[in-house]
C-alpha cells in the first residue's frame, strides 16, 4: 500500500485518483438505481431489459473502433472531461423526467445509449491516460491504486445506496451520480500534463489508423488471448446478467429488495477490494501470466453460482450469490489489473489510444449482442434456461488463456522485447 499511495506525490495522479475514485461511488449509485428504476418503477420485461442491457455498451460495438484512432489524435484528459460533461447531464435528465412524468422505459433506453457512447470515449482514453502521466515502472502500481480506491468506495456504496432507495425515490439519487460526473471533469480539468495532439502531417487517413490498431491486437499474441477470454467471457456473462436484476427484484421471480440488491454489490466491492491489494503479491507468488490464467479459470467456474442459487429459490440462494459476487470481486479484478499494466507495456505509445479502442470492440462490443440475446432467451423459453447458457459458456470462457503461453509466464515482455 505504501507504494500506491506515494503515487500522490506523481504530478497529476493525485487529481486523477481523487475524481475517479469519487465517480465509481457515483456509478455505484446510477446502476443500483437504473436497475430499480427500470423493474420497480417502469415495469421492464425481460425483452425491455436485455434492449436496456445492450443500449449501454452498443456504442463500443457501433464507433468503438473510430473512437480509438480519434483519442490517438486528440489530447486525452480533454476527451475525458467532455465525455464527463455528457454523462452529468444525460444523467440528471432521468430524474427530471420521471418527476414530470415523460419518463418510460425507452426514453431510459435512449439515455443509457447516449451515455454509453460518451463512456466509450472517456474508457478509451482513461486506459491510455494512465501511462501519460506515469513512467512505465509505475503503471501496475498506478492501476492497482485505481482499482484499490475504486473499490473503497464500492464497499459501503451499495448498501448505503440500497436503504437510500427503500427510504427514498431513486431517481431523485441519480442526482448525486450527476454531481460524480461533474467532479470528475473538474478534477480532471486540475492535472497539467504536457500532452500535444497528434501533429496533422503525422497523421494517416482514418482507416489506415483503425487498420493499424486492429493489426496490432490480432497479431500480437499474448493480447489477442487474452482478448479471447475476455470477449468470450463477456458475450455470455451480459446474456445472464441482463436479466439478472429483472430476476432478482421482479415479484415474480426472487423478489429481493434494493437493500439485498445494494447488499451484492457491498460483497462485491470487498472482494474486488481485496483483489486489488493481493494482485501485486499475486504476481510475485505466481507470475503475470499464470496469475492472468488462473484468475480467468476461478471467475468462470464461479459464475456456474448464479443459475445454481436461482433454481434453488430457497434460504440459501441470497448467501449462494453473495459467495459469487465475492469471488468474482477478487477475481476479475486480480485478471484484469494484471492483463491490462501487461497491455499497456506491450503497446507502443503512439498505438495505446487504438490498441485499447480495438480491444473494448472485441471485448465490450459483444456485450449488447448477450443483452439482446439473453432478453430474447430469457422471453421465448425463462429466465432459467438464459442463466444456465450464461453461465457454462461463462466457465468455458478462460480456454484461450489456459491453453496458452501466458500459463507458464512469470513475466510478460514490454514493447521492445515484444518487438
Not at 234 to 256: E, H
Not at 309 to 318: G, P, R
Not at 348 to 363: H, T
Amino acid at each position: 500500500m505504501k507504494n500506491k499511495f506515494g503515487l500522490v506525490r506523481t504530478p497529476g495522479f493525485a487529481w486523477l485518483w481523487g475524481g475517479q475514485t469519487f465517480s465509481a461511488f457515483g456509478s455505484q449509485i446510477g446502476s443500483l438505481a437504473l436497475a430499480f428504476i427500470a423493474v420497480k418503477l417502469l415495469d421492464a420485461g425481460p425483452q425491455e431489459m436485455g434492449v436496456l442491457s445492450a443500449a449501454g455498451t452498443a456504442s463500443f460495438l457501433l464507433v468503438g473502433l473510430v473512437a480509438g484512432a480519434w483519442v490517438d489524435r486528440w489530447i486525452k484528459r480533454r476527451v475525458m472531461i467532455i465525455a464527463d460533461v455528457i454523462r452529468m447531464v444525460c444523467v440528471g435528465l432521468i430524474p427530471l423526467l420521471y418527476f414530470t412524468n415523460h419518463l418510460s422505459v425507452w426514453v431510459v433506453i435512449v439515455i443509457a445509449f447516449v451515455i454509453g457512447l460518451a463512456t466509450v470515449f472517456f474508457d478509451v482514453a482513461y486506459q491510455s491516460f494512465v501511462p501519460v502521466i506515469l513512467p512505465s515502472d509505475k503503471i501496475a502500481a498506478g492501476n492497482a491504486a485505481l482499482e484499490t480506491t475504486n473499490q473503497i468506495s464500492g464497499i459501503a456504496g451499495p448498501g448505503i445506496v440500497g436503504f437510500l432507495i427503500d427510504l427514498f425515490k431513486a431517481p431523485a439519487l441519480l442526482i448525486v451520480d450527476a454531481f460524480s460526473y461533474l467532479v470528475s471533469a473538474l478534477t480532471l480539468g486540475m492535472i497539467k500534463d504536457t500532452e500535444t495532439p497528434k501533429a496533422k502531417e503525422d497523421r494517416k487517413p482514418l482507416h489506415v489508423e483503425i487498420r493499424e490498431g486492429l493489426r496490432f491486437v490480432v497479431r500480437q499474441p499474448l493480447i489477442r488471448r487474452i482478448s479471447l477470454t475476455t470477449s468470450a467471457n463477456n458475450l455470455f456473462t451480459s446474456l445472464m446478467y441482463s436479466i439478472f436484476a429483472l430476476v432478482f427484484l421482479g415479484s415474480q421471480y426472487l423478489n429481493f429488495g434494493a437493500s439485498a440488491l445494494g447488499l451484492l454489490g457491498t460483497f462485491a466491492a470487498i472482494g474486488a477490494l481485496l483483489g486489488s491489494l493481493a494482485t501485486t503479491k499475486l504476481i510475485k507468488w505466481v507470475g503475470e501470466g499464470t496469475l492472468i490464467s488462473l484468475s480467468a479459470v476461478v471467475s468462470g467456474l464461479n459464475v456456474l453460482l448464479v443459475p445454481v442459487a436461482v433454481t434453488l429459490h430457497n434460504e440459501a440462494t441470497l448467501p449462494l450469490l453473495l459467495v459469487m459476487d465475492f469471488v468474482n470481486g477478487f477475481a476479475v479484478l486480480a485478471y484484469n489489473i494484471t492483463q491490462v499494466s501487461a497491455r499497456q507495456r506491450l503497446c507502443p505509445p503512439e498505438l495505446l489510444g487504438r490498441m485499447n479502442a480495438s480491444i473494448r470492440f472485441f471485448v465490450w462490443g459483444v456485450m449488447p449482442i448477450g443483452g439482446l440475446i439473453g432478453g430474447a432467451v430469457a422471453s421465448a423459453y425463462g429466465v432459467n434456461t438464459a442463466l444456465w447458457i450464461g453461465a457454462i459458456g461463462g466457465a468455458f470462457s478462460c480456454v484461450f488463456v489456459l491453453f496458452s503461453p501466458l500459463t507458464t509466464m512469470r513475466k510478460l515482455p514490454d514493447t521492445a522485447e515484444a518487438h
